[in-house]
């Protein structure tokens, strides 16, 4: 994580809207990663498709 650098989607890690590549670029992590982290909650009981959809709403587009 970058001191002062705000979280936002990626732009470069996009493959849908850049949410879990905005995140794996705000802490420093492999983008597969949290996709994979967002695929085990969708099939847990659908609760990464909420997630998903609500920071889609609320992070703002990278530059």
């Known amino acids: 994580m970058v001191e002062g650098r705000p979280l936002q989607r ?3 890690h996009r493959t ?3 949410v879990c590549g905005g995140i794996a670029g705000f802490y420093g992590w492999d983008p597969t990663l949290v996709r994979i982290g ?3 909650l969708t099939l847990l ?3 990464g498709i909420l997630l998903y959809l609500v920071m889609w ?3 703002p587009d990278g530059t």
């Open 10 to 12: 990626s732009r470069r």
């Open 16 to 18: 849908l809207a850049g």
């Open 38 to 40: 967002w695929i085990v």
């Open 45 to 47: 009981g659908g609760s």
């Open 57 to 59: 709403l609320v992070m």
